[in-house]
């Protein structure tokens, strides 16, 4: 196994680097106002930082059956990263039903009973994450762990504990403020 100290003094180091913090007056996705952005996009299209992070992922996730589920649009090229590293299938969970063709939820296959492991890019209070589990559950499938790369920690933590949800954060923002 990856020393994961290692891997996570990297990814700090990494996005520090790449000048994914901004600071300023910002609105944020959870409606809340905030004095730094987390600019998770610009980091997650460096190929470095995005091996880092699948790298994390898959050694918290050795040993783990199921499959590895992305939400549209942010965590997918995550997502996408860690089924290479890992060699697990993916889904894809929109936010929106499809409004042609099949107006699916999620893209992929997914059966009854098969288990998830859910990636985030940031989490502040985790209302988008918890729609994604609920909606993989609405269609039988079984979400006990997210991971997501910078957590605010906003809220996110408790919201998906009250779901039954662990919430396994690669960096919480204060690694970044530093």
Known sequence: MKDLEKLREKLIHLLKESGCIKFGDFL?????????YVDIKKAVTNPEILKTIAEMIG??????EGKIGG????????ATAVSLETGR????????PKDYGTGKMVEGELKEGERVILVEDVTTTGSSVIRAV???????GVVDKVFVVVDRGEGARENLEKIGVELVPLVTVDKLKD
């Open 134 to 140: 609920e909606v993989i559950r609405s269609l039988g």
């Open 89 to 96: 299938e993916l889904v894809i969970i929109r936010k929106k």
């Open 59 to 64: 050694c918290y996730t050795q040993g783990f």
């Open 71 to 78: 939400i549209e649009l942010g965590s997918v090229p995550i």
């Open 28 to 36: 944020l996705s959870s409606g809340r106002r905030s004095n730094y």
